[in-house]
T-cell receptor, first 109, second 118 residues
Framework: KQEVTQIPAALSVPEGENLVLNCSFT??????LQWFRQDPGKGLTSLLL?????REQTSGRLNASLDKSSGRSTLYIAASQPGDSATYLC????????FGQGTTLQVKP | NAGVTQTPKFQVLKTGQSMTLQCAQD?????MYWYRQDPGMGLRLIYY???????DKGEVPNGYNVSRLNKREFSLRLESAAPSQTSVYFC?????????????????FGEGSRLTVL
């Protein structure tokens, strides 16, 4: 059974810092992995989708990597801003989507 | 471009009452989904519709029914609400089913419907 874990559950950093959010999964036979952002009281917004054949995807200040052999994905946020404060979730597709519980990020001005 | 629209945004029910959550997408996506999000449990799939005319159970289908009315609309019905169904419900859509493996497209979510059952 696929289990997806995101550690830490919460993170607080000063503005301008580069940071890494972690996502680990137990079943390496995934088709793809998706990172989402969720603002309080809102839905999920898709950030990046990495196919199993890819090692990384980039969008602006965001870079997501995928290492299936170690069961890990990371979301790198460069030069963090207060507007990046949100909960970030990863979801693994092994034929169905399994979500992690998220990391709540606070970027302090 | 509205994306995925859910109604209502908030609802309070008494135990035993029924209600329907509505969802519509304007992206011409084939697949639609209903999730619930609970503290400590994350997002769990209730039902999904891989294409117009089909529906299938997800992880937690008990107590719910769905209707794929047409390609745009996918509704979720609670026939007899229970306090355990207090949750935030999200509708989502994608071009291809999330269960299609490597063809699975990105998921696009609505803003959620917050349901309280007393």
């Amino acid at each position: 059974k696929q289990e997806v874990t995101q550690i830490p559950a919460a993170l607080s950093v000063p503005e301008g810092e580069n940071l890494v959010l972690n996502c680990s999964f137990t079943d390496s036979a995934i088709y793809n992995l998706q990172w989402f952002r969720q603002d309080p009281g809102k839905g999920l917004t898709s950030l990046l989708l990495i196919q199993s054949s890819q090692r990384e995807q980039t969008s602006g200040r965001l870079n997501a990597s995928l290492d299936k052999s170690s069961g890990r994905s990371t979301l790198y946020i460069a030069a963090s801003q207060p507007g990046d404060s949100a909960t970030y979730l990863c979801a693994c597709n092994t034929g169905k989507l399994i979500f992690g519980q998220g990391t709540t990020l606070q970027v302090k001005p | 471009n509205a994306g995925v629209t859910q109604t209502p945004k908030f609802q309070v029910l008494k135990t035993g009452q029924s209600m329907t959550l509505q969802c519509a997408q304007d992206m011409n996506h084939n697949s639609m989904y209903w999730y619930r999000q609970d503290p400590g449990m994350g997002l769990r799939l209730i039902y999904y519709s891989a294409s117009e005319g089909t529906t299938d159970k997800g992880e937690v289908p008990n107590g719910y029914n769905v209707s794929r009315l047409n390609k745009r609309e996918f509704s979720l019905r609670l026939e007899s609400a229970a306090p355990s169904q207090t949750s935030v419900y999200f509708c989502a859509s994608s071009e291809n089913p999330s269960q299609s493996g490597p063809l699975a497209g990105e998921l696009f979510f609505g803003e959620g419907s917050r349901l309280t059952v007393l």
